[in-house]
């Protein structure tokens, strides 16, 4: 039987019913021409039972001790109609109806005597398009592993048609999207970027007592913004296990050209469209905190100012600049903030850039803790991933995908996480909250085009 690592053990460990541990992701496709809805999930199942990968066959092997799970059981039998299935929206098929549908599913926990995925395929659509929403829980593939799975089983030729599910992939394209995260050409997201700071926490407890008193000292002598900076909001507090996922495109270039009216990077000016709809929502509610919020966010260390990916990659805590009211003036504040984190992670060595960025992560463990949110202030009060995505259009056996939106993981005390994909010309933003803590979280996606179109017109 395969055996689990510590850390993928520590995922189904620490998931309860108010914490499901798996990422998802929602696609829209249109199929091709002559096609019914329901040749998507035709495509989906059309492999043989000795055709599916041997990761989509691991479960959790029984029994489940106080110290959890040591190693993975292989399901010869999978059932694959249980896996992949249909569902259909009810009228009038709009978005709003997908997103509730979404919302339970990536609220409910994934059966533990079953491979730990699903795929569902909706419906229903007004417009005739089919979405496919994933989810695969966390101790198996973490969410940049997942988009790359998804990037696999597409083609750039719509022409094509030997495209296969993720699950059916080869071992070798497997072992690529994997490989691909570990080498750091996609933005981790966060609890990828967890999974990464626990791995090195051996290797950081070796380290000399001067190696880290230099690392603290970068630290100090930047006046970065650090964690535990953040003022305590509606979003850092206790969560219960119900979700709301929504989600929107938006054109690349209107990011590209507010980032080169400003000279500042595409990142930047992300992180002030979050910041203004979050300052919207939270106003909304007469819950804006006086200072500023902060977040924790992957950075590209990259020198551009205009693209997003990389291969070097690090976590830092980003100034949201919420309690400033003019948008070029808060864009301006969250620049200096990501410029000084972003040097001074420059100035440091490889492994104390892994300390400062686990120090940074680190944050979120704490406030996972069943106390720590009566006593402590949170780490940052929300986390933004930017995830470089195709760059291409693609197209599943002629099928074209129009949008990829990624579902991630809230925890106690990060109550919202919002994570944006690039893909091709558009980015796709995927907002997950949970619902009590984050009530009406729908009305961030106009809060977001809002923000964008103020920023367009103040930078001319």
């Not at 059932?79 to 709009?94: E, W």
């Not at 925890?411 to 919202?416: I, R």
């Not at 690039?422 to 619902?435: E, K, L, N, P, W």
Request: hydrophobic share 40%; glycine share 8%; with cysteine.
């Amino acid at each position: 039987m395969p055996g689990m690592g510590p850390v993928d053990s520590g995922f189904l460990l620490v998931e309860s019913r108010e914490h499901p541990m798996h990422v998802g992701g929602l696609q829209l496709f249109t199929v091709p021409e002559g096609e019914s809805p329901s040749w998507v999930r035709d495509q989906l199942t059309a492999v043989e039972s000795e055709e599916i990968n041997p990761r989509f066959r691991l479960r959790p092997m029984e029994p489940v001790g106080l110290l959890g799970n040591f190693r993975w059981s292989t399901d010869n039998d999978l059932d694959l109609d249980y896996h992949v299935r249909r569902s259909a929206l009810p009228s009038p098929g709009r978005l709003r109806e997908l997103f509730e549908l979404a919302s339970r599913w990536q609220s409910t926990l994934l059966d533990r005597h079953r491979p730990l995925w699903e795929a569902h395929v909706v419906e229903g659509l007004e417009d005739g398009r089919v979405a496919v929403f994933s989810k695969i829980h966390h101790a198996m593939v973490d969410g940049v592993s997942a988009l790359h799975l998804m990037q696999q089983a597409c083609s750039p030729d719509p022409d094509a048609r030997d495209c296969v599910p993720p699950f059916a992939l080869p071992d070798e394209q497997v072992e690529v999207a994997a490989a691909e995260q570990s080498a750091g050409r996609g933005l981790a997201l966060p609890l990828g970027l967890v999974r990464g700071g626990l791995d090195v926490v051996g290797e950081l407890s070796s380290i000399a007592p001067n190696s880290l008193k230099v690392a603290y000292r970068s630290l100090r002598d930047t006046g970065l913004t650090t964690p535990f900076d953040a003022p305590r909001t509606i979003l850092n507090g206790k969560i219960g296990g119900a979700r709301r996922f929504v989600a929107q495109s938006f054109d690349l270039d209107r990011f590209r050209r507010v980032a080169k009216a400003c000279d500042v990077s595409f990142n930047d000016v992300a992180l002030a469209v979050c910041a203004g709809a979050l300052r919207r929502y939270l106003g909304e509610l007469d819950a804006l905190p006086d200072r500023a919020m902060t977040a924790m966010c992957p950075v590209n260390l990259r020198d551009e100012t205009s693209e997003v990916g990389g291969n070097e990659i690090g976590a830092m805590i980003a100034n949201l600049a919420t309690d400033v009211e003019d948008p070029l003036e808060r864009l301006e504040t969250i620049h200096e903030s990501t410029t000084v984190a972003k040097q001074t992670m420059r100035e440091l060595t490889p492994l104390q850039l892994l300390l400062m960025s686990g120090y940074n992560v680190a944050g979120l463990g704490l406030s996972m803790l069943p106390t720590y949110g009566l006593v402590g202030r949170p780490p940052f009060n929300v986390i933004i991933s930017n995830v470089p995505g195709p760059r291409k259009q693609l197209y599943f056996n002629g099928a074209h995908l129009e949008g990829t939106y990624p579902a991630s993981i809230p925890v106690d005390g990060l109550a919202m996480n919002i994570t944006l994909v690039t893909y091709d010309d558009q980015v796709d933003f995927g907002i997950t909250a949970c619902r009590r803590s984050a009530p009406s979280v729908q009305r961030m996606i106009h809060h977001l085009e809002d923000t964008l179109a103020e920023l367009e017109a103040s930078a001319g």
